[in-house]
């Protein structure tokens, strides 16, 4: 059953500049991005914003994550083009390879560079903190590689959202392997490492499933009470429980590693819950389309 918690939401100064996904700066502050008012946000954990402007503001910022040289890392999925933006909110843009490539999902690997996805062209792409790019391309088309997380075997684990499968790619040598879901049309697309097992855990949005892989592969799917919730992104704390974000439940919703699932419901009605996060202050942090950041406090 849902649970009822006392969820705080925090409005960012523009409603209508579409929150779409959150992380953990290295400053322990939140930084999000704002998809429709091309703009990069920062949050305190006591609701303060501070935006950035992008030129042009048309990129549609999507995925935003921590990078291993102190800055946080975005992808500007309509302007092809991978940022960086330091956290006193200098910018710099970086063109991909690929024309039209629309660069989604990015996580920093353990080389010390940042890896992304490529929707559009069925790539997986490698960016250094200097700004060079090499390209993967997946031995097939209409993948749609999306989310992408570090494993702790060394590899970069990635969502495939058409080919319904989970992807791999080794970070010495660009070899890809690929695992296909049980359930058909599940359409994964939110992915994240625990560090208490070395499993990913990942979101199927066509299914209404949270599953899980090893390292060697082995994939368990856990069905949602409500299988029309389409869960979007997901993230690990400390003790190993995925939380995870319903976007048509209007939800946030949490799995431990037993599979066991509760749910948490927002204030707001059709809040289009999408990027999720533990912040700084160990509670989880939600970004609602609507143009609000969302807070869950901790256990």
Known sequence: MPQAVSIEEYAVPDRESGPYAVTTGPDNALWFTMVRAGRIGRMTTTGEVTSYPLEPATGAPTVIVAGPDGALW????QRHRIGRITTTGEVRSFDVLT???GPYG????????????????????????TGEVTEFPLPMTGAFPSAIAAGADGGMWFTM???HAIGRIETTDGTISFYPLPTADAAPVGIAASATDGSLWFVEIGAGQVGRISPGGTIEEFPLPDRQARPHAVTVDAVGDAWFTEWAGNRIGRITPAGQVDRHPLPTAGSEPHGITVGPDGAIWTALEIGVIARLPPA
């Not at 975005?74 to 999925?77: C, I, K, L, V």
């Open 99 to 101: 024309a039209d490539a």
């Open 161 to 163: 959202n058409q080919a």
């Open 106 to 129: 990015l996580a920093a690997g353990p080389d010390g560079a940042v890896w992304f996805t490529e929707i559009n062209a069925d790539r997986i792409g490698r960016i250094t903190t």
């Open 74 to 77: 975005f992808t500007e999925y």
